[in-house]
């Protein structure tokens, strides 16, 4: 995350801002198409406030992405092993802290964004910890 918005990946309070959070279904519980997946594809939803990423920085997040999760699970025969849904909030629709996104640039955290992995169709773009 960090990296695709060119915020310092070593940085504490940037770190600090870029949360994680894993969900993982018992089995038998992901069905496609009336039948139960034993190797469901996992759902990566990335939220960032608007204008943290661009046309290029998105591309290259969902190709790291995608890397990680082969890494991590491996390809699927026939099939995807991932999605990755990238969301924006708008200026003015997300706060911290007690402040506003609209609070002056000085007092606003400009680095924060989430990224979340469990299995697809079951999270919402929450906030946890740094991978």
């Known amino acids: ?7 310092p990946v070593d940085d504490t309070g940037a770190r600090s801002l870029t ?3 894993y969900q993982e279904l018992s089995d038998g519980a992901f069905y496609v198409g009336g039948e139960a997946l034993e190797q469901p594809p996992l759902r990566v939803a990335v ?9 290029d920085t998105r591309a290259e997040l969902v190709a790291e992405i995608g890397e990680i ?7 699927y025969e026939g099939r995807l092993n ?13 706060a ?18 989430c990224l979340i992995a469990g299995p697809a169709g079951t999270l919402a773009p929450q906030q946890g910890e740094t991978p």
């Open 82 to 94: 991932h999605w990755a849904m990238l969301y924006e909030v708008s200026e003015g629709s997300w």
């Open 47 to 55: 939220t960032t406030p608007e204008g943290a990423l661009n046309a």
């Open 96 to 113: 911290g802290g007690g402040g506003s996104s609209r609070s002056p640039p000085s007092e606003r955290h400009e680095h924060q964004g």
């Open 69 to 75: 999760v082969d890494e991590f699970v491996g390809p």
């Open 19 to 21: 949360w994680a959070h």
């Open 1 to 7: 995350m960090l990296k695709a918005e060119r915020a």
